[in-house]
């Protein structure tokens, strides 16, 4: 069998959606490696005239529970009542849901959450906002603060957060983004340079590569022939490089802020022991494994599911 050259560190974080994956099996997903997250796709399926069946959902959820690390509330953005709704209803269903609070929303809205028993909500309402960064920090900055004050049990996760302002700077427990697949979809690949704890934007146009050469090297095993260019040929190396340099960013992002996990909606059979980097070894020894993940994470999102089975070793 032929070792890739680009190493991952198992499992891989990654975020399922009931709007794309609601037909796979996602107990075979886990088997790949991936330590998996669940949401609905409400967002997704908003911007494409295809509402979530809240009743289709609730089946998923029950289905795949015992295989998803937590699942995530059908929230209704812009709607704060409707989404605490959409909550209780889905918790009385005996499902232990993450609720989303969303951007510009009162701070304070996290009291009914925490009276509820809530220590783990997502923050959304983002992705449409990427041009506001400044504004994004104003409020994520006002609710970090008002939890730390008031409830310094509760943890975050950032829903499409991406900006390097909000995911470097605030103790998030996880984070998601799909700007990483720009290797591969649209020939520019985020590299992460663990020792200036930056992004560098690369354009695969057969040449930039090169500058990047030691980096590529020495961090991330990787020969800059193997990744110059964005085609068929080198779609597996770059998902895989793409992924090794979201796990670089989250060991980064660990040792700055060692966010403890929470005891609110997460699944200690799925959960693993160690440090939120997942530590390499066996794919089915790390999911068996009980414990929690120390934050941050960030998940990794595709809605091809290629390109998730391409984060194996094979």
Known sequence: MTQDPIKLRYPVNSLASFHYFKSKDIAEMQGWGLRLIGDSGAYSAETQGKPIDIEAFIRWGHKWKENLAWLASLDVIGDKDGSWDNYKYLKSQDLDIIPTIHYGCDPKELDRYVDDGVNFLGLGGMVSKKSESQRLLRWTLAVFKYARDNFPDVRFHGWGVTHPQLVLNLPWYSVDSSGFSSAYRFGRLSLFNPKTGKNIGINLD??????????????????????????????RQLVRLSVASVQQMENFLRHR?????????????????????????SAEKDFNSMGRTVGPSVHFVDTYIGHLKMTQDL
């Open 206 to 235: 057969g040449k930039e590569i090169y500058q990047h050469t030691e980096l590529l090297r020495k961090v991330y095993n990787c020969d800059p022939d193997e990744v110059a260019i964005s085609n068929t040929h080198t779609r």
């Open 257 to 281: 802020h060692n966010v403890s996990p929470p005891s609110y909606g997460v699944n200690p059979k799925v959960e693993v022991a160690g440090p939120h980097i997942h530590v390499a070894g």
